[in-house]
């Protein structure tokens, strides 16, 4: 199979791309970034593309498996807008242009919560991209909504303290949905239900 991956650099983006390169089943993996990243491996092409401008590398999208898992915050966003394009703009135009060019299965992490028809700006995003790309045609689409994460390394503050709230929390049998899942775990997810072989949407709550 082959492995194109948006969101490389990310949190997720990290562990997902390491596993897909030892992972036997992936004999391509083809990373699109804004910027150069070295990743010593014979299996990984590395694109570096303008996300503002998908019809310059869109006839690149060429695959099995398309891994979307690009995010920002609002504040390194600067703006709602901001954080909208890379969100939702840049994941479902590289979306549409994987899928015309035949990329049969679509897996993206979204958020616990999301709905497009919330109030709230983020759930909102997260839940209108859900819904168009579920309208693109992919054979599979797979979507995780994964609760807070546990990121290794973390300069957070604020998700520190989160995840310690959160645990308190689940440890007195409350917030069981909100349970924070290591990063590693959403990649592995990701995997596995690309290699699946099943059809259809799946909405996947962790």
């Not at 004999?27 to 970034?33: A, N, P, Y």
Request: aromatic share 8%; proline share 3%; hydrophobic share 45%.
């Amino acid at each position: 199979m082959k492995a194109l991956v948006i969101g490389a650099t990310g949190a997720v983006g990290k562990d997902l791309v390491q596993q897909l390169l030892t992972d036997e089943a992936f004999e391509k993996v083809d990373i699109f970034v804004r910027r150069e990243v070295n990743i010593p491996s014979e299996k990984l092409t590395v694109h570096v593309v303008d996300f503002d401008r998908p019809e310059t590398w869109a006839d690149q999208l060429q695959g099995d498996v398309l891994f979307s898992c690009m995010g920002t915050t609002i504040k390194a966003a600067g703006s709602q807008d901001a954080q909208w394009k890379v969100d939702y703009t840049y994941q479902f135009e590289t979306a549409k242009a994987a899928r015309a060019n035949g990329v049969k299965t679509y897996v993206l992490v979204s958020s616990v919560g999301a709905n497009a028809k919330s109030k709230v700006f983020y759930t909102k995003m997260k839940g209108a991209l859900d819904e168009a790309v579920q309208k693109l045609g992919f054979e599979g689409c797979f979507i995780l909504r994964p609760p807070s994460l546990i990121r290794k390394g973390s300069d957070r503050l604020g998700e520190k303290l989160g995840v310690v709230v959160i645990k308190a929390f689940n440890s007195l049998g409350l917030l069981q949905k909100f349970t924070p899942v290591p990063t590693e775990r959403v990649a592995a997810i990701m995997i596995s239900v690309a290699k699946s072989g099943h059809s259809g949407v799946e909405i996947i709550t962790m």
